[in-house]
């Protein structure tokens, strides 16, 4: 690994931090240099896989729950590509990779979502009805919705919707979706309120 290589990793790293402790507020802030450097590696995978992405962090399973959440939180429309076709799970997996602490929210949370569905419906999530996966995200991706059994659900969906959002605007796609220019001459970018609501808008469940 090039020093330069490793100068990007450790900002990525700790510009991490900053976002994880940003989004236990609901804020939800990756500095776009940390941004496009995991952008960068999953396409670096991708390549070496022949356009294959191998999971770093999460198994299969795991994976292939949060790129079906991916696709509910930020769909395509008319206008765009959504958060699947922009790679946000990839990326959030890499990310992930990268931070334990994130690993660890990340894979309880997909432990309770299957819990949950299995309780419910008497499938993993993945294998659920899509009826009844929007259900459920109906109810946890509120916290007015929130009670002592789905706390931690509300709590990692509000995980996911941040991250998977901050994934599609710093992605080439995102960034064309907001018409934003210019984006290697700032150090910290911000989704705008209202490309947010218009992407939680675009969810049928929001």
Known sequence: MSEADQVSRRELLRNLGISAALARSGAGLVTLEAAQHAHNAVAENKSAAKGAYTPKCFTLHEFQTLRRLSDLIIPADDHSPGALEAGAAEWIDYMASNSPELAQIFTGGFGWLDHHMQRLHGADFIDAKPSDQ??????????KNE??????????????????????????????????MGNTAVSEFHVPDEALQYALKRSPFA
């Open 134 to 143: 929007i259900a459920v995200l109906d109810v946890i991706a509120f916290r």
């Open 147 to 180: 009670t002592p059994e789905n706390a931690e659900g509300v709590r990692f969906f509000s995980w996911v919707r941040n991250l998977v959002t901050d994934a599609y605007y710093t992605s080439p796609i995102g960034v064309k979706d907001l018409g934003y």
